[in-house]
């Protein structure tokens, strides 16, 4: 396995398997996927966009994970902003890299790719805090949980649903820069 940041151009060579691993790691169905499939293709052009990916020996695409700055005028953060409280949007939002997509494709789960890939997102990342959705769900079992934990991610918002999903995310957050390398979150060297 090969970690590697990629620029705007390289994640959109790859869309068609960036929405393969997506799919497969959330398990949305196809008509799901041919929506997100634009959003993704438009999110490269956002300002502060960093992206990281991995493949396998042969090429193959493992894992992949996004992200750019949080800001005004972008649905997620206006939707963020408007459920919190007024003293915490300047703090969390002011200067924010969200975290939009980090997916391992199932059969390359569970071998610390996910890790790496977070760590190497956030270590290119712009911005004095990180802030990222994910859906609600049993700390204990769910392995995206155990991770961000484990990265020191803190509740910012709970139980809070989107327009239109009738989901409950977790909006988790933490500072920037991470610490350097521990061993429960290792660095870009050492697949
Ligand atoms: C969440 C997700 C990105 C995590 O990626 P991952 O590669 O599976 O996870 P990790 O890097 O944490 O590794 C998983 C486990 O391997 C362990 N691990 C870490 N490094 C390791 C290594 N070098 N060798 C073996 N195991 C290792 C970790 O301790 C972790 O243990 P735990 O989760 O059982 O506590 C991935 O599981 C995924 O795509 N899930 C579905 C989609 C999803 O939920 N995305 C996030 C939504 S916001």
């Known amino acids: 396995m090969r970690l590697v940041p990629w620029q705007p151009d390289d994640l959109l060579r790859r869309l068609d398997d960036v929405v393969s691993v997506y ?15 634009g959003y993704i293709a438009a999110h490269v052009r956002r300002p502060g966009f960093r992206a990281v990916a991995t493949l396998t020996t042969e090429g193959q695409l493992a894992g992949f994970g996004y992200g750019y700055t949080s800001g005004p005028g972008q649905w997620w953060h206006d939707q963020v902003r408007a459920a919190l409280d007024e003293p915490d949007r300047r703090p969390w939002l002011g200067d924010c890299f969200e975290v939009v997509e980090l ?66 995310f977790a909006i988790l957050g933490r500072e920037l820069p991470l610490a350097e390398r521990t061993a429960d979150a290792p660095g870009i060297v050492g697949m």
């Open 23 to 37: 799919g497969a790691a959330m398990g949305y169905r196809s008509e799901l996927l041919q929506a997100r499939r």
């Open 103 to 168: 997916h391992v494709r199932p059969t390359a789960q569970g071998h610390g790719v996910g890790a790496r890939q977070l760590r190497a997102l956030l270590s290119m990342a712009d911005g004095k805090t990180v802030l990222l959705s994910t859906p609600e769900a049993d700390e204990e079992t769910s392995r995206a949980w155990r991770l961000y934990r484990r990265f020191g991610f803190v509740d910012v918002l709970r139980g809070f649903l989107f327009p239109g999903d009738e989901r409950e």
